[in-house]
């Protein structure tokens, strides 16, 4: 009997001790998770670029930010002494031509809900008139009413009301100019300087489908009376920086935005009329996001034989807006248009808007060659486009970087694009032009331009 009570006892002291070796790796796991996944408890978060050029320890201050933790290698792009002089931090005049004191800001949002029609979101000529010009000053320069949580998506952005009440959605920088972002095609974060830049290309382009952005730079400790409570919750210090992450479907502490010290770039773009209704629509050359390839990137006859067949691309216009809008996203490089929305209003034949370019941007020293499938596959383009783009790839004298470069100047986060990044779009123009242009020369050009 002794030695029962004995065995039972021993038994009973073994089982305590595994539990608590059990309880004593889960409490050191979790301490570790906690040191790993909160840039609080670290002095140097997480990244995987590295700077070429500059002062050493500036430079480090500036990339050390959990703004860089991503599932993808960053490779910094060089940098040349000019830009490293005008793309100071510390920047900060606004260099857009209109006046704050010139501008009513109830007026410049009244002017701007008259402009989105069925055809574009731009009237024609806009670029050439200074009402954009004022429009894009007040987005810049107007006070900030509220700052709140981005509206859906799978990205950090904030809503934000400007005085007058016009909203915007708040894109924070995640990347510094020179940085290519290197991986899958969406891998990364957005950028608030490709939503900057494709919005001037698609109007340089005669597109119009894009709705105005500029770059705008917050104090985030000056507008701390304005952040919701339910954003200020995200908000957090990493040694003097100020940092928050939002609400989002991919939304977490460990890749939060990063100011330096209370100051942070961004984007800003404006909301579109509350009257023009959206419909979102599946793309048809979506991709898996997944390791199995999509149909469209195995079968060259699946736009003839699957796209061309079903509404809303067997008729009307759409099937040339999705021509269109490949030749704009290449030139950006852009490979995440997996949705894309039309005014539900001009329901089958409404256009395709250029929305969401932030994936834009990404690596100039790769072409995504798979995001003109839809050009070569479809060999369907419209007439009056291709006419308007040759033009501009035929003037020699104004190449379209040059043409990018120059309304880039005047936006008050200039240089916005990285002299690489500006460089490589005249390439990729003419490669995409040279894709229409294989189509015309094998199946003629009455078939191809419509």
Same mark, same amino acid.
């Not at 100071?88 to 857009?96: A, Q, V």
């Not at 000056?222 to 040694?239: M, Q, W």
């Given at each position: 009997?002794e ?8 038994s009973?002291? +073994? ?6 070796l ?15 996944h ?6 140097y978060?997480r =990244? ?6 500059g ?7 500036k ?8 599932k993808v290698?960053?490779?910094v #792009?060089p ?8 793309g ?9 031509k209109?006046?704050?004191?010139d501008?009513?800001y109830?007026?410049?949002w009244?002017?701007?809900r ?17 009402d954009l &010009?004022r429009?894009?000053t ?6 900030i ?6 509206y ?5 952005k904030?809503?934000?009301? #400007? ?8 894109k924070p920088?995640?990347? &510094?100019?020179?940085v ?6 969406y891998?990364?974060?957005d950028?608030h300087?490709?939503?900057i830049?494709?919005f ?8 119009n489908?894009a709705?105005?952005?500029v ?6 400790e000056?507008? +701390? ?15 003097s920086?100020?940092c928050?992450?939002?609400v ?6 460990s890749?939060?935005a ?8 961004g ?18 050359y ?5 390791p199995?390839?999509?149909r ?5 006859h ?7 067949? /079903?509404?809303?691309? &067997? ?11 490949? #030749? ?5 490089d852009?490979?995440?248009?997996h949705?894309y ?8 034949n ?9 994936k ?6 790769r072409?995504e060659?798979?995001?003109l499938?839809?050009? /070569? ?10 006419e ?5 790839l035929?003037?020699h004298?104004?190449?379209l970087?040059?043409?990018l470069?120059s309304?880039?100047?005047k936006d ?5 694009? =990285? ?5 490589v779009?005249?390439?990729?123009f003419?490669l995409a032009?040279?894709?229409v242009?294989?189509?015309?020369? +094998?199946?003629?050009q009455?078939?191809v331009?419509?």
């Open positions: 009997l030695s029962d009570v004995n065995c039972a006892i021993t009973k002291m +073994k089982w305590r001790s595994r539990l608590l059990v309880g004593t790796l889960l409490l050191v796991l979790i301490v570790w998770s906690i040191f790993m909160n840039p609080g408890f670290r002095k978060p =990244h995987d670029s590295v700077v070429m050029g002062d050493e320890e500036s430079q480090k201050r990339e050390e930010h959990p703004t860089l933790v991503v290698t960053d490779e #792009l940098v040349d002494n000019e830009f490293q002089v005008k100071s931090k510390r920047r900060i005049e606004t260099t857009l209109a006046s704050s004191s501008i009513s109830p007026s410049v009244n002017m701007w008259k402009w989105p029609s069925s055809l574009s979101i731009l009237p024609e000529n806009a670029f050439e008139s200074m &010009n429009l894009l007040a987005m810049a320069e107007a006070p009413n509220s700052f709140d949580v981005g859906k998506g799978t990205q950090l904030a809503t934000v009301v #400007l005085e007058g009440g016009q909203m915007v959605v708040f920088k995640r990347y &510094n100019s020179n290519a972002i290197k991986g899958d095609p891998a990364g974060f950028r300087d490709g939503e830049a494709a001037h290309l698609d109007g340089i382009l005669g597109f489908m709705p105005p952005v770059g705008r730079r917050i104090d985030l000056y507008i +701390k009376p304005v952040i919701s409570d339910k954003l200020r919750k995200t908000f957090f210090f990493n040694g920086d100020t928050f992450y939002g989002c479907y991919y939304c977490k502490r890749e939060a990063c100011a330096d010290g209370t100051i942070i770039d984007s800003l773009t404006i909301w579109l009329p509350s009257n023009m209704k959206l419909k979102t629509w599946r793309h048809p979506q991709r898996t996001y997944r199995t390839k999509a469209w990137e195995q079968d060259e699946y736009c003839k034989d699957s796209v061309m067949l /079903k509404p809303p691309y &067997n008729s009307g216009p759409r099937l040339l807006d999705v021509t269109e809008t490949a #030749l704009f996203d290449f030139v950006t852009n490979a995440d248009r949705h929305e039309t005014f539900e209003a001009d329901g089958l409404g256009r395709i808007l250029h929305l969401d370019n932030g834009g941007f990404r690596n100039p020293y072409n060659m798979s995001i499938e839809p050009i /070569k596959q479809c060999c369907k383009f419209r007439r009056t486009t291709w308007r783009l040759k033009l501009i035929e003037d004298n104004s190449p970087s040059e043409r470069r309304r880039l100047r008050p986060l200039s240089p916005v694009l =990285h002299p690489d990044q500006l460089q779009i005249d390439s990729r003419k032009m040279r894709t242009q294989d189509c015309i020369d +094998k199946h003629g009455d078939s331009l419509l």
